[in-house]
């Protein structure tokens, strides 16, 4: 059996972490993505994240624990038991930190993922899917009455920022603070303005899709006042227009609820992924 090295994650191992990620799922997250989760308000890389080298120092595994967490094992080192220690080692870090629960998200065609998963005592919560739009037609982009939709402008980014997290507000364990949410979103080097159409009534910011350049969706969101009118298909069809004006042919985004939505803009489901959460029980602290 090959012998291997544990230690932190750095910043440098950002494209060594994304070339793991890429065999494992070509859909996973990119690399701006996995620099964004290392610098999350709380993570302290010394303690919250681990990679796992092989003998010419090849980094075959990783994992990361706040909160939620995420762990990948290359396809050709699986079956040795590193997917059970890196899931061993969440939990106990987890634990330590003074959670009371870890959440993690596994792809349903990864079946041993799954096991593993059930087997270390965690329970599938909800489904999340990822779907997929083929732009092979021009879309028509639908009017909402009263509703102006422009894209996205530089000086958006407060307003469209408190507008999403409150529409978010009880789906999501937290709210992200300002420039964490700005590194995820707007902020990254791949956003694509031209593509982010935001609905406006008169100046007030009332819905927003946030695109990437290559089409895929960040975030899809609308004020909670103005829900029910449309707002949501007006905007994908907005998105959808404009990136096949620019010769991006095919739109994708992850979602774990408003599956119905998606589907009557057109979008099919590509695939799901389940997710996973297990209570955990924290020492008590000494007064």
Known sequence: MASYRWRSATPGDVPAIRDLVARCDPDGPDAERIAADLRRPGLELALDT???????????????????????????????????????????????????????????????????????GFEAMVTSWMLEKVLADEPGAGVTAGITVRPYRESDARAAYEMVEDAFQGLQGRRLEFGEWQRQTVGRGDFAPEFSPVACDGERIVGAVLTLKDGYVERVAVDREYRSRGIARQLLRQAFRDLHEQKVRSCTLWTHSALGLYQRAGMVVRRSATVYRKGLVTPRRSG
Do not use: C, F, K, M
Not at 61 to 79: F, I, K, L, Q, T
């Open 50 to 120: 681990r990679v796992v080298e092989d003998e010419d120092g090849v980094i075959v595994a990783r994992a990361w624990v706040n909160r939620r967490s995420e762990a990948d094992v290359h396809p050709a080192h699986r079956g040795r038991g590193l997917g059970g220690e890196l899931l061993g080692w969440i939990v106990d870090r987890a634990v330590q930190a003074g959670e009371e629960q870890v959440v993690q998200t596994v792809r349903d065609d990864d079946v041993a993922a799954g096991a593993l998963l059930a087997a270390h």
